[in-house]
């Protein structure tokens, strides 16, 4: 499906990080980053360019290619790899993870591991960006056909769950709401009922 979408368009989300990611610089000014479910590199090639150290993993070889001729383009390195964000392997701990517009693409059995491993696998001290999609969002199924023809069926955060998978973390900002009004590549007008969340790892 993202191979179809990132290989038919110069670039399917934009350039601009998600508006999260300048956010998180408030938090941490530098360090290791990991960027799970990269898609193109908006945020990847962002972050690399404020000094971070970053690496990236996705399922799509169109969007891997695209992200390391951008930061081929303005001089970056970023250390990118090819695969399931379910199914990733950590080799050793960041200061942060981003994962946004990810998790409402998997089973709640798929989300529960990704988040432990994500928890697992940060520094203490460290930071989680995570976004997905709510229970306010208009549509229940993925627009996007997989390759069997099927429409994936998106996992719905309810009102306070994000929240509840880091109680035992700070959380340094928290809001569920419906985005602006957009498009991505060449569909139709939409929003999305999201949930946003920047959280801390006890020391």
């Known amino acids: 499906m993202f191979e179809k979408l990132y290989s038919g368009f110069g670039s399917f989300w934009g350039s601009s990080p ?13 360090g290791s980053v990991l960027d799970l479910g990269m898609g193109e590199g908006r945020d990847a090639i962002f972050l690399a360019s404020s000094g971070f ?19 081929s383009e303005h001089g970056l390195k970023i250390k990118v790899s090819e695969g399931d964000a379910r199914r990733f392997k950590f080799q050793h701990n960041y200061d942060a993870v981003i994962c946004l ?8 059995e798929d989300i529960e591991k990704v988040i432990a491993a994500i928890k697992e696998n940060v520094t ?6 995570i976004s997905s999609f709510t229970v306010d969002n208009p ?10 023809g099927s429409y994936c069926e998106y996992y719905l955060f309810k009102k306070g769950e994000m929240r509840n ?19 991505h590549g060449d569909e139709k007008l939409h929003k999305h009922g999201m949930v946003s969340m920047i ?3 006890p020391l």
């Open 165 to 183: 998978f880091f109680s035992d973390w700070k959380i340094l900002e928290y809001s569920e709401y419906m985005s602006k009004i957009h498009k």
């Open 53 to 71: 150290s970053v690496e990236g993993v996705d399922i799509s070889s169109s969007a891997l290619k695209k992200t390391i001729s951008i930061a």
């Open 18 to 30: 998600n508006k999260i990611i300048p956010r998180l610089l408030r938090y941490i000014k530098h």
């Open 124 to 129: 203490s001290g460290g930071l989680v960006a």
């Open 101 to 108: 517009g990810v998790l409402q693409l998997f089973s709640i």
């Open 199 to 201: 959280a801390k790892k």
């Open 139 to 148: 549509l229940e199924k993925c627009p996007y056909p997989s390759p069997d």
